[in-house]
């Protein structure tokens, strides 16, 4: 599934997976999403085509060709990474 934001969605994006320690935006988006899935849809998302429908009815998606089931099973585990927070980096980079 691909998802399209504006750039100052995308900083916003990047800057809080770094805070909530994420590997990776994608990684942040997965968290978010079944999020979603286990407190805005608990029926629907045991039933994929009903909770695409429904998202479908709320205007929060036009089409998908991933399976959110997938995508909502998958477990998180997060990775150490030594040195300097990403995010902090990221700031000295900048300067």
Do not use: C, W
Not at 19 to 33: D, I, K, P, Q
């Amino acid at each position: 599934m691909e998802i399209r934001v504006n750039e100052q969605v995308q900083r916003a994006l990047q800057e809080k997976a770094a805070e909530g320690h994420f590997a990776s935006v994608e990684e942040y988006v997965r968290a978010l999403l079944r999020r979603v899935v286990e407190q805005s849809f608990p029926q629907a998302a045991n039933d994929l085509d009903q909770f695409h429908e429904e998202l479908r009815q709320a205007g929060l998606l036009m089409s998908s060709n991933t399976p959110l089931a997938a995508i909502a099973e998958e477990p998180f585990e997060p990775i150490t990474i030594s040195g300097m927070p990403l995010s902090e980096t990221i700031i000295a980079e900048r300067r």
